[in-house]
């Protein structure tokens, strides 16, 4: 699997993973109950969407054309 999306929390995840979704592309959370863990974590990089290596361009895109939106 790899990586297309660092989230700083659970909801900000899940958000990425609907829009994946919504575009045909399999995607799921890793890291999500790690969020607990914090002060005995690295606070980063817990948290992130990954797909299958076949759809990490297309992926990237999506991910890409939903961050623009939010500006």
């Excluded at 890793?30 to 606070?43: A, N, T, Y």
């Excluded at 992130?48 to 991910?63: G, K, L, S």
């Amino acid at each position: 699997m790899k990586t297309v999306f660092d989230a700083s929390n659970n909801i900000e995840a899940h958000l990425a993973m609907h829009q994946l979704q919504q575009a045909g592309i399999d995607a799921r959370i890793e890291g999500e109950f790690l969020q607990g863990g914090i002060g005995q974590l690295p606070v980063a990089g817990n948290v992130r969407v990954v797909v299958h290596p076949n759809d990490e361009a297309e992926a990237r895109t999506v991910i890409a054309d939903w961050e623009s939106a939010g500006d």
